[in-house]
């Protein structure tokens, strides 16, 4: 018996049936030990020994990994074909020679770049020893993670409270989505304007022409830098005939762009999936464990001769001669640091159309866009003309170009086109009229336009990957995990899918800048990665490698170990004066924005408190001024009076109902009787606190409010005001509500409902549907019937069912009646069938499980 060793149960299941009962296959379930997470698993001067653990669960693995080897004549390790897998063959070696049951038993390590029967097979005839060199990789690369995190981590829990971690890779993602938002604070929007003319060509058809050149001078960005400058230019446009000088057309190709890798199949499956890193690779995982595709983490771009045969195949049969190049198109990577370059992410079955496709829904979109990616990869060039005509006025003093682009052939085009980041200049594709030079076309409007130059764009999941590997940072297959552990951190957040800073993460930032900004330098970063190459390669010592960072890293620990606090804030107001100090709107030029506004002779400083950050006042305990960390400058220059301002009574207690300002935003508080705990209710975001009166204020107070009770058990459904906005509860249900203001008017009837919503979609994020519209009740039962807002566009509801409107219907003119007729409709419809895709799923939930196991 031969027994056969791979990472998931779903890949043992699928290689079992391609070898025969001669072999038996089982998983590891990944990676089955671990540096322990504490002190001492990495000792330095021990010539960096390292202390492994395998949990309960690992430890079972590896009993019945070595029951099975006892008594076998082979043991092959078939793990994943990168560094990873290289390490996770390496550990079972460890842990199987650590039990002694490698008596008389070969051992060898296969790798194959697809679950496929040929590709398997193949494998086995082709056995090789464990890569010692790629081993040491990533034994350089852990002990290096490690020694960061556990040597920066607890100088940030004592130097900044309120801190979770510091990461080698992670810190460095963090500072650039800090950095960019620094821009955008900073950014000042520069005014410029541009002069169009529509124009009539002999033919009697229209086109557009910019103005680019006036008075003898070509017009650049902000040559028009006003209203006046725009108005003077209209004019030079508007008092002449003009003629055609130029007309130049040309040829041009776009090329497809190469099979996908692991990073830019992140980045579009982000942009037109809207798949976060994490899913994606999720979903490739699983395709390639299903045997789908061939294996996702990778850097090559090349492809083997079958798939260049199977992709052209496909071209031929299924889009024409016309469409396949001559030969097959070759691509080779430009990444100065690809390493263990298998075959770009491609199907191993050109011939299984996404169409034909049956499983998951993830699985399936994902299978398709890789899948129309490498046959793109494959055809022809798309052709376009592209026209640029000069037009000149009568007085040579003002001079238009129109330009047009025409596509001639959409060669790859017809199945593939690349998603971008931002939407940016794209080919003018409007044909223009037939011009020849000597042409006088007629003008028959000039216009002029105001515009404002933009901040650059907060990063999304795609473009801040696209980032990382410009810059060399990190590797493609831990851009997902990077990602995930900077949210979990709550240093950033995902805003309409971009990333903005947390204040936590701009600290931990700021200190990292002021006392280790060597380490999250990007370019440090980067020549650690090509050092980590250089170890893959055999060319680097990975033990020295590790000496010569540890030697300086721990002598920049130690400069900072008798840091004091107050030199730390120091440090962190001079870094970060910009964005927590911002002068007042209209404030005197010159003036300190870090004068206290309460007292006015104090300083503002940060304070470090249990629960992070905040500004406070240098003359305290005299002036006990205090705000959140960030502000709006209004904000900031006109606060509440840190005493409190009386706001009024409550007309049941007669106790002064006051305004306040702590740390965390101003919140209204009722006075306390003698050692009562004051009751208080915080600022709702939306509402301004310099507006606020003793009714509004007594309506915070009163909260939790309780709506009614739930028809089907009498239990209380209550609307409040949580850390994650306004909801109603019912039980241990919560579902969110879309405004501050329906915790105070929500009805039962609404309330029931958006709890049942919630029951249905339990799995569901977000604020509940928006309510467009109230119709009244149901003519037949009472119960309401609304508008809402939904993902997919307005429809209507009543109880459980929904019916969409139709598309030339405004919600906010639909009647009862109008309602009444779609839910009957919508009633009598037969429902969808779903039970099909429930089976199919069933088993990926299982193995998803067990892997994460």
Request: aromatic residues 8%.
């Amino acid at each position: 018996m031969k027994v056969v060793v791979v990472e998931s149960p779903a890949k043992a299941k699928t290689i079992n049936k391609y070898l025969g009962k001669d072999f038996k296959v089982l998983a590891s379930y990944g990676h089955i030990r671990d540096l322990p997470s504490k002190d001492g698993s990495v000792r330095p001067d021990e010539d960096f020994a390292m202390s492994w653990e395998a949990d309960a669960k690992s430890t079972k693995r590896i009993r019945e990994i070595a029951d099975a080897v006892k008594g076998s004549e082979q043991l092959i390790l078939a793990t994943d074909p990168d560094r990873e897998g290289e390490a996770i063959s390496w550990h079972l070696l460890e842990a199987l020679k650590n039990r002694r049951v490698l008596k008389d038993v070969s051992v060898s390590r296969v790798v194959f770049n697809a679950i496929t029967k040929t590709a398997v097979t193949e494998a086995m005839k082709n056995p090789r020893d464990i890569d010692q060199e790629l081993v040491d990789a990533y034994l350089a690369r852990r002990a290096l993670d490690y020694l960061v995190g556990f040597s920066l981590s607890p100088v940030l829990w004592r130097k900044l409270p309120g801190s979770r971690s510091a990461g080698r890779v992670q810190s460095v993602a963090l500072r650039l989505i800090c950095e960019r938002e620094r821009e955008i604070e900073m950014f000042k929007p520069e005014e410029y304007w541009q002069v169009m003319a529509d124009l009539k060509a002999s033919d009697g058809s229209s086109f557009e022409a910019r103005l680019v050149e006036l008075n003898g001078e070509k017009l650049k960005k902000f040559s028009l830098a006003n209203k006046a400058d725009a108005d003077e230019a209209l004019e030079a446009v508007r008092r002449n005939g003009f003629t055609v000088d130029a007309v130049e057309a040309k040829p041009v190709k776009r090329n497809p762009p190469p099979p996908f890798i692991t990073s830019t199949l992140q980045q579009d499956a982000s942009r037109r999936l809207g798949f976060s890193a994490k899913r994606t690779m999720q979903a490739a995982q699983k395709l390639y464990e299903d045997g789908k595709i061939t294996y996702m983490r990778t850097d090559g771009v090349q492809m083997a001769e079958e798939a260049y045969q199977g992709s052209r195949e496909v071209i031929r049969s299924t889009y024409g001669g016309k469409y396949l190049p001559e030969k097959a198109r070759r691509y080779s990577s430009k990444a100065k640091n690809a390493q263990e370059a298998h075959e770009a992410i491609r199907p191993t079955d050109f011939r299984l159309h996404p169409d034909e496709f049956r499983g998951d829904a993830d699985l399936g979109k994902l299978y398709g866009l890789i899948w129309r990616r490498a046959v793109a990869s494959q055809m022809e060039a798309a052709r376009f003309e592209r026209t640029t005509v000069d037009i000149t006025s009568a007085d040579k003093n003002a001079g238009l170009r129109a330009t047009g682009s025409v596509l001639m052939f959409d060669g790859f085009l017809t199945l593939y086109q690349e998603g971008r980041d931002e939407p940016g200049d794209d080919e003018d594709n409007s044909r223009l009229p037939k011009l020849t030079q000597g042409d006088t076309p007629e003008l028959l409007e000039a216009k002029s336009s105001q515009h404002f130059t933009e901040p650059p764009p907060r990063f999304s999941e795609a473009s801040l990957v696209k980032r990382l590997e410009e810059l060399s940072i990190g590797r493609p297959s831990t851009y997902a995990s990077i990602l995930s552990v900077l949210q979990e951190r709550e240093y950033v957040r995902l805003d309409k899918k971009r990333f903005i800073p947390e204040d936590k993460g701009r600290l931990v930032t700021g200190f990292l800048e002021s006392f280790f900004h060597r380490y999250v330098e990007y370019d440090f970063t980067a020549d650690l990665e090509e050092k980590l190459d250089l170890v893959s390669d055999g060319q680097l010592k990975w033990k020295d490698f590790l000496q010569n960072f540890w030697k300086d890293f721990q002598a920049a620990i130690g400069s900072i170990s008798d840091l004091r606090v107050s030199e730390v804030l120091d440090a962190l107001n001079e870094v970060l004066g910009p964005y927590v100090f911002r002068p007042a709107e209209g404030a005197e030029e010159g003036a300190n924005p870090r004068a206290c506004p309460n007292c006015g002779d104090g300083l503002l400083s940060l304070k470090l408190g249990r629960h992070g950050a905040f500004v406070g006042c240098s003359n305290y305990p005299e002036c006990k001024f205090t705000r959140a960390f960030s502000v709006d400058a209004e904000e900031s220059q006109n606060p509440i009076n840190p005493d409190g301002n009386v706001l009024g009574q409550d007309p049941e207690t007669g106790r002064d109902v006051s305004l306040k300002s702590g740390r965390f935003g101003p919140y209204v508080e009722l006075e306390p009787e003698d050692g009562e705990k004051p009751k208080r209710g915080s600022i709702p975001k939306g509402w301004n606190a310099e507006e606020l009166n003793l009714e509004k204020a007594l309506m915070l107070l009163s909260l939790p409010r309780e709506v009614g009770k739930h028809p089907e058990d009498g239990e209380p459904i209550l609307a409040n005001i949580g850390r994650y906005g306004p909801y109603v509860q019912h039980l241990k249900t919560y579902a969110n509500l879309p405004s501050v203001d329906e915790v105070f008017e929500i009805g039962l009837n609404r309330a029931v409902s958006v709890i049942a919503d919630k029951l249905a979609n339990p799995g569901r994020r977000g604020n509940a549907p928006k309510v467009l519209k109230d119709l009244g009740a149901h003519p037949t039962d009472g119960d309401p019937i609304q508008v809402l807002e939904g993902r997919y566009g307005p429809y209507v509801k009543h109880g459980k069912t929904n019916a969409t409107l139709p598309k030339d219907s405004k919600p906010e003119e639909v009647t009862l009646e109008q309602a009444v007729e779609l839910i009957a409709a919508k009633a009598k419809s037969p429902p969808k069938k779903k039970k099909a895709p429930a089976k199919k799923k069933a088993p990926a939930k299982k193995t998803t499980k067990a892997k994460s196991e």
